[in-house]
């Protein structure tokens, strides 16, 4: 029991849980010991200096221990509903601790999940929404969403939005600890910003798509006629339609740029220990329509280019 103790003492010290939080943990885990504060004395008494403690089970405990404690009641505190009249509705997003997922499906309408999951025993089982929590604004021009966290309440908040499939988008998305997934959708022009998470885009077209990521990974299969990829402390992978015409250019410090298609012609090698610098395109690239152009940046990460 005394490893699990230190294990939760680091993670209060590297503020990885509250304060409250570790003092649930410490007494769900002298329960799970069968201990109480004076068997607890008694026990620490008795052992020895001598105890051998195997790390795999330690650590397989100490993870049921901690998933165990962060079950949370989630619930679905809104849904909401309606539709757009504007060609390409502008859809902003604006999240905080939790994921977002946005998809496409064949209904005329959009509906807008907002679900909570908290781990705090001082919170009400039963969370509502409040206007310092999320705020919704919807109209027939586009929808958005703002999510505030409240430091020390152990809430997190998820965005799950289907949109109508035949309409073009324009999105603003940021995220701060946590996902942000796209599948399916059409995007005139797009900006997704995340600190702490990753980035996965599924079967995209986007006329011009930029994202910005710091501490996560980027995993996109799709077109965009521009594509603008910057990452810090992450690794990126980029697939693209088989024969898109393609002009690529890459940046990297302290990682690799890789360009994995074919019929490339390298219009700059700047490749130095810690450094690189590369521009490419294929043969056909001036004198297509349907093509795309890519530029990405790296630090401490690498990027690969590839095919679908």
């Excluded at 769900?28 to 089970?57: C, F, M, N, P, W």
């Excluded at 919170?123 to 310092?132: A, C, D, E, Q, T």
């Excluded at 988008?169 to 702490?196: C, M, P, R, W």
């Excluded at 810690?274 to 690498?302: C, P, R, Y």
Aim: net charge positive; aromatic share 6%; proline share 2%.
């Amino acid at each position: 029991m005394l490893e699990e103790q230190q294990l939760i003492e680091k993670m209060l010290k590297e503020k990885k849980i509250t304060e409250p939080e570790a003092a649930e943990l410490l007494k769900a885990l002298k329960k799970s010991y069968g201990l109480d504060d004076e068997r607890e004395e008694q026990v620490e008494r008795k052992k020895t200096a001598t105890l051998e403690i195997d790390r795999v089970q330690l650590g397989e405990k100490i993870s049921s221990l901690i998933s165990n404690f962060m079950k949370t009641n989630e619930d679905t505190a809104e849904e909401y509903r309606g539709q757009f009249e504007n060609d390409q509705p502008e859809i902003k997003l604006n999240n905080i601790n939790g994921q977002i997922k946005l998809s496409c499906w064949d209904q005329d309408f959009f509906k807008l999940k907002v679900k909570y999951n908290h781990n705090n025993a001082r919170l009400p089982r039963k969370i509502n929404r409040r206007p310092n929590i999320v705020s919704v604004h919807q109209d027939t021009t586009g929808l958005e969403v703002l999510t505030k966290k409240r430091y020390g309440e152990g809430l997190s908040s998820n965005l799950i939005l289907s949109l109508p499939s035949n309409t073009r988008y324009k999105l603003d998305i940021s995220n701060f600890n946590g996902n942000i997934e796209l599948a399916d959708i059409k995007i005139t022009k797009g900006v997704l910003q995340l600190n702490n998470g990753n980035i996965k885009a599924n079967n995209y077209q986007a006329k011009e798509l930029d994202l910005s990521l710091v501490n996560g990974n980027v995993y996109l299969q799709g077109l965009a006629n521009m594509l603008g990829v910057d990452i810090k402390n992450g690794n990126g992978e980029i697939a693209i339609p088989e024969g898109t015409p393609c002009f690529l250019e890459g940046s990297s410090k302290m990682g690799e740029l890789i360009f994995a298609l074919d019929r490339l012609t390298y219009l700059k090698k700047d490749v130095k220990m810690f450094k690189k610098h590369l521009i490419a395109s294929t043969a056909d690239w001036a004198n297509s329509e349907n093509k795309s152009k890519v530029k990405v940046t790296t630090k401490n990460g690498n990027i690969k280019i590839g095919y679908c």
